[in-house]
C-alpha cells in the first residue's frame, strides 16, 4: 500500500463509520511511536483539525523524558497545540492496587477526559478523542480475549467508535503503517518496553504472531475479518436477545422476575440467564451457581456487589441490594429485628414448655418443628392462599380478605411471612394452621409485630 493508497483508505474508513468530519475538532492521544506519529501525520494531510494529548508515565527514566520532547517537537513540526500531564504511575498503581498497564491506562483516559470536559461549550470544544490502534492491535486483542475465555462481546475486538472515542487506524495492518512513515520519511521514537516479554500482548506480538505467520501468513487479515464478522452477529444476537428478554423477564419497579419453567424450555437458556445478570454485577464465574439456584429451594439466593437474585416458588426474583428496596426481605438466623416500610419485626427461636400463647394479633407463635430459613417476609399478591388457623383447607387471601370485609387500605399494607414456598402467617391478621402450636410441640418461632408510625429501632 503507498502513501496515497495509506491515506486514501484513511479517509473512506472514517466516512464509512462515521467517525468525524472535518468540521469537528479532535484530540489525538500520542505516545511518540509510530503508529500515533502516522496518526497525526495522515490527519494533517486530510485536513483535520485536531490538538495533540501526551503523557509522561515516568516509568523509563531518560526515556520518558525524551518521548515528552518529541511530541513537544512533532506538535511544533505540524502547527498544532499539545497538552502534557506528567503522572507517577507507580505511585498511583500501588495506592490503587493496578498492575502497572491498568494504572497507566485509568491516567491517560482520565487525562484525555479531562481536556474534553473543560472544553465543553467553548468555541474550541473538543468533539472527540483518537487513538492510533491498528489491525495488529486488534488481533492481539482478539487472541488475548480468546485465551482469557471471553464471550462474544470480547471476540468482536476493538470498535471503530466507543463513546467519543475513535480509532481511524483500525483498517491498517503495521506494514502498512510502516511503509508510510517510511515513504513519507517520518520520524518516531522506540519503546524499549515493547521489546520485553513480560506482559501478555508483547508476548502475542513478539512471540505468537510471529509463529502463527510461518503458518498462517495472512493470520493477522484473518483474525480482523472474523472480527467484524462476529460484531454482525454480535450485533444480531443482542437485538434477539432484548426481544427475547423483553417477553420473558417480568419488571415491577426495581424488581424483575423470571418464570424459572418457562426459561428452562427455551434454548440457549444459559445465555439468556448471563446477559439477564451480566448488566447487574453477575459474573460469568457465578454461572452454574446461578443457574443451579432454579433447582434450590424457596429462600435461596446469591449476590453480586449489587443486587440479589433469589428464588422464590418458580420464580428467580432480581432485587437491588439492600433487599428492602425491593419489596422481598429476607429474615435470617434465630433471632433478629427488621424495621421495613410498614413496621417493626421481631422475631425468636425459643423453647416451649406449655406456657399459654399470647393473644394479641400483632403477635405469633409458631411451631419450628417445620420452619426452615431464610424466610420471606413480603407484600401479598393475587394468587396468595393459606390455611388460616382453625380450617384445614387452603384460602386464597383474596376470599380471606373479603370473609373478613378487610379495607382497600387494609389489604394494600398487608404482608406475609414465607418458609419454604408456604406462608406461616399473615400479619396481624392470622397464622397458619399448619403450624400452630401443639402439645407436642418443643420448639417454636416467636414474632412481635410493631405497625409503624413514629417508632424507630
Not at 292 to 319: C, E, F, K, M
Not at 354 to 376: Q, V
Not at 417 to 434: P, Y
Request: aromatic residues 10%; positive net charge.
Amino acid at each position: 500500500m503507498s502513501k496515497k493508497d495509506l491515506a486514501v483508505a484513511f479517509k473512506q474508513f472514517i466516512e464509512e463509520h462515521s467517525l468525524f468530519t472535518k468540521h469537528d475538532r479532535l484530540l489525538v492521544g500520542v505516545s511518540g511511536g509510530i503508529d500515533s506519529v502516522v496518526l497525526c501525520h495522515l490527519l494533517r494531510e486530510g485536513g483535520y483539525s485536531f490538538e495533540i494529548a501526551h503523557v509522561n508515565f515516568l516509568l523509563r527514566e531518560q526515556e520518558s523524558f525524551r518521548d515528552e520532547d518529541f511530541c513537544r517537537q512533532l506538535a511544533q513540526q505540524l502547527d498544532v497545540p499539545i497538552a502534557v500531564a506528567r503522572y507517577d504511575t507507580r505511585d498511583y498503581a500501588q495506592e490503587k492496587k493496578l498492575s502497572i498497564q491498568v494504572a497507566a491506562r485509568e491516567l491517560r483516559y482520565a487525562f484525555f477526559n479531562q481536556l474534553i470536559t473543560e472544553r465543553k461549550g467553548s468555541d474550541t470544544e473538543i468533539k472527540y478523542m483518537l487513538t492510533g490502534h491498528h489491525a495488529d492491535d486488534n488481533a492481539e486483542t482478539v487472541l488475548i480475549n480468546l485465551f482469557r475465555g471471553s464471550g462474544l462481546a470480547g471476540l468482536r475486538g476493538i470498535l471503530p467508535s466507543r463513546g467519543e472515542i475513535r480509532r481511524p487506524l483500525l483498517f491498517a495492518s503495521r506494514n502498512n503503517i510502516t511503509e508510510y512513515a517510511s515513504q513519507k520519511q517520518l520520524t518516531w521514537v522506540e519503546d524499549s518496553s515493547n521489546a520485553e516479554s513480560k506482559y501478555a500482548r508483547n508476548f502475542l506480538r513478539n512471540n505468537i504472531i510471529p509463529a502463527l505467520r510461518e503458518q498462517y501468513p495472512t493470520v493477522v487479515e484473518n483474525i480482523n475479518d472474523s472480527a467484524r464478522h462476529l460484531h454482525d452477529i454480535e450485533q444480531f444476537y443482542m437485538a434477539a436477545m432484548k426481544r427475547q428478554l423483553e417477553k420473558l423477564v417480568l419488571k415491577k419497579e426495581a424488581e424483575e422476575q423470571l418464570p424459572i419453567l418457562k426459561w428452562k424450555q427455551l434454548p440457549g437458556k444459559s445465555a439468556i440467564l448471563y446477559e439477564w445478570l451480566q448488566p447487574f454485577g453477575f459474573s460469568s464465574g457465578q454461572m452454574a451457581d446461578l443457574e443451579a439456584l432454579a433447582d434450590s429451594q424457596t429462600g435461596q439466593y446469591i449476590d453480586s456487589p449489587t443486587h440479589r437474585l433469589l428464588r422464590n416458588r418458580n420464580w428467580l426474583v432480581l432485587t437491588p441490594l439492600p433487599t428492602e428496596a425491593s419489596g422481598i426481605i429476607l429474615l435470617e438466623g434465630d433471632e433478629g429485628k427488621i424495621q421495613f416500610r410498614d413496621g417493626i419485626l421481631q422475631w425468636k427461636i425459643q423453647g416451649y414448655a406449655g406456657e399459654p400463647i399470647s393473644e394479641n394479633s400483632l403477635d405469633a407463635w409458631l411451631d419450628a418443628t417445620d420452619i426452615r430459613f431464610p424466610l420471606l417476609l413480603r407484600p401479598w399478591k393475587a394468587g396468595d392462599y393459606f390455611y388460616p388457623l382453625g380450617m384445614r383447607k387452603k384460602k386464597k387471601l383474596a376470599r380471606f380478605f373479603i370473609d373478613n370485609k378487610l379495607s382497600r387500605n387494609q389489604k394494600e399494607k398487608t404482608w406475609v411471612i414465607e418458609s419454604s414456598g408456604r406462608i406461616i402467617w399473615v400479619l396481624a391478621q392470622r397464622i397458619d394452621d399448619r403450624f400452630r402450636i401443639s402439645a407436642s410441640t418443643k420448639k417454636t418461632l416467636r414474632f412481635e409485630f410493631v405497625p409503624l408510625t413514629n417508632t424507630s429501632i
